[in-house]
C-alpha cells in the first residue's frame, strides 16, 4: 500500500545538524499531512513537526527554533532540518504521513524510525 522509507539519522555533537529525509511510495492519492515524531525508550512517542497541506507547520515547543519541517509534494517526501542538537534530542525519529490512497482508503502510515544520537 504505503511505504515510508527514512533517512539521515546518525551521531552527532552537541550543537551540530542533521537533516531527515522521508519519501512514501505507494498508491498514494494524496498526502495531507506529513510529520515526524520521536520517541526514547520508556517514553511515549511525541509528535515534533507537523506539515499540513495548505496550512502552517507546527513544532513542538522544545524544538521550535531549531527544527525546521519542510515538504516536496511533487516527490511525495518531507525532511527535518535539525540544527543546534542537543543531548535530549536523542531519540528515534518516525516520519508518518496521512494518506488516501487511489482506492479512496485514508489512514496513517510511519517509516521504520532512524537513530539520532547527540553525544560528545
Known amino acids: 500500500q504505503v511505504q515510508l522509507v527514512e533517512s539521515g539519522g546518525g551521531l552527532v555533537q552537541p550543537g551540530g545538524s542533521l537533516r531527515l529525509s522521508c519519501a512514501a511510495s505507494?498508491?498514494?492519492?494524496?498526502?495531507?499531512?506529513m510529520g515526524w515524531y520521536r520517541q526514547v525508550p520508556g517514553k511515549q512517542r511525541e509528535m515534533v513537526a507537523l506539515s499540513t497541506s495548505g496550512g502552517s507547520p507546527k513544532y513542538a515547543d522544545s524544538v521550535k527554533g531549531r527544527f525546521t519541517i519542510s515538504r516536496d509534494n511533487a516527490k511525495n517526501m518531507v525532511y527535518l532540518q535539525m540544527n543546534n542538537l542537543k543531548p535530549e534530542d536523542t531519540a528515534v525519529y518516525y516520519c508518518?504521513?496521512?494518506?488516501?490512497?487511489?482506492?479512496?482508503?485514508?489512514?496513517?502510515?510511519w517509516g521504520q524510525g532512524t537513530q539520532v544520537t547527540v553525544s560528545s
Open positions: 505507494g498508491s498514494i492519492f494524496s498526502i495531507n499531512v
Open positions: 508518518n504521513a496521512r494518506v488516501r490512497l487511489r482506492n479512496g482508503v485514508q489512514g496513517d502510515y
